[in-house]
């Protein structure tokens, strides 16, 4: 059973810094494409930031240039650093994982998710 923990989410004050990370129970981690999605209240769930098994990525227009992600395939991992957070970026944030190599910013491309991190930025 795949499972995905999120972690590293927290208060933080505008133009600060936090680095989320997502633990995964998947066997094959190394060969499925792992994404970040966003959820604020009252708003739908919307795509954050995606990398593929080859570590290709793609972002957000939002957050292109702040935010960056990354996996250690031997720690079965993938992190989000987010840089010069905004109050906009206020969000549970939630890890995802596909059953395939290549990353989507589509919701319904990912098969797995995590429960959700905590993310709040005050100004």
């Known amino acids: 059973q795949v499972q995905l923990t999120e972690s590293g989410g927290g208060l933080v004050q505008a133009g600060g810094s936090l680095r989320l990370s997502c633990a995964a129970s998947?066997?094959?981690?190394?060969?499925?494409?792992m994404g970040w999605f966003r959820q604020a209240p009252g708003k739908e769930r919307e795509f954050v930031a995606a990398?593929?098994?080859?570590?290709?990525?793609r972002y957000a227009d939002s957050v292109k240039g702040r935010f960056t992600t990354s996996r250690d395939n031997a720690k079965n991992t993938v992190y989000l650093q987010m840089n010069s957070l905004k109050p906009e970026d206020t969000a549970v944030y939630y890890c995802?994982?596909?059953?395939?190599?290549?990353?989507?910013?589509?919701?319904?491309?990912?098969?797995?998710w995590g429960q959700g991190t905590q993310v709040t930025v005050s100004s």
């Open positions: 995802s994982a596909a059953n395939s190599g290549s990353n989507s910013d589509r919701r319904a491309w990912y098969d797995y």
């Open positions: 998947i066997r094959t981690f190394s060969r499925v494409a």
């Open positions: 990398i593929s098994s080859g570590g290709s990525t």
